[in-house]
């Protein structure tokens, strides 16, 4: 199984600035993805981060407000820009291959004020 | 799309005794994976079980045992011996085998009480 470093594990931040979200995986995965988790709710996927190139999007989340980077098989991030009190969440990273299960960061609590 | 629907908001056992939380899907593919996740308090999403559709056997883990029903398009999780770390949100979540669509569907979740 692979272990998923997130952080920050949680952060309170002032509405229009921007937060980055770090993922570490302890080993080479080939799928990374990057979900958000509002109070009370299921996860909803943003992105799929793509090593070596452009992220691919889910509906309702663009490229400006949520920018990915995946500069290698072990690495992520996710940067929340202009965040509003709406952006208020809980920001999850996994990591898997094709044949084995996803694993999780242990998620990023976010609240903006 | 696939979808997933858990109609079970919120669930709640006696410690000790036995509790299964339903979940379906829909979808059109023959092959895929099904999971079943906790996530407690802490945030952290552990996984608890998971069934390759191709395999007709159920998938078993010591306390945690799934029910699949392909042509229903059914996975509930039966939890035996319920325990009080066993209280946690549940998800159930589905992934399909297609490159480039491995992505984690999950259900609306149910909430899992344990009474002492």
């Known amino acids: 199984s692979a272990v998923i470093s997130q952080k920050p594990s949680r952060d309170i931040c002032q509405r229009g600035t921007s937060l980055t979200i770090q993922c570490q995986v302890d080993s080479q995965v080939t799928m990374m993805f990057w979900y958000r988790q509002q109070p009370g709710q299921s996860l909803t996927l943003i992105a799929t981060a793509n090593q070596g190139s452009e992220a691919t999007y889910e509906s309702g989340f663009v490229i400006d407000k949520f920018p990915i980077s995946r500069p290698n098989l072990t690495f992520s991030t996710l940067t929340v820009s202009n965040m509003s009190p709406e952006d208020s969440s809980i920001y999850l990273c996994?990591?898997?291959?094709?044949?084995?299960?996803?694993?999780f960061g242990q998620g990023t609590r976010l609240t903006v004020v | 799309a696939q979808t997933v629907t858990q109609s079970q908001p919120e669930m709640s056992v006696q410690e000790a005794e036995t509790v299964t939380l339903s979940c379906t899907y829909d979808t059109s593919e023959s092959d895929y994976y099904l999971f079943w996740y906790k996530q407690p308090p802490s945030r952290q999403m552990i996984l608890v079980i998971r069934?390759?559709?191709?395999?007709?056997q159920n998938a078993t883990e010591n306390r945690f045992s799934v029910n699949f029903q392909k042509a229903a398009k059914s996975f509930s999780l039966k939890i035996s011996d319920s325990q009080l770390g066993d209280a946690a949100m549940y998800f159930c979540a589905y992934r399909s085998t297609i490159q480039g669509a491995q992505k984690l569907v999950f259900g609306q979740g149910t909430r899992l009480t344990i009474n002492p």
């Open positions: 996994s990591g898997g291959s094709v044949y084995t299960e996803a694993f």
């Open positions: 069934q390759e559709a191709y395999k007709q």
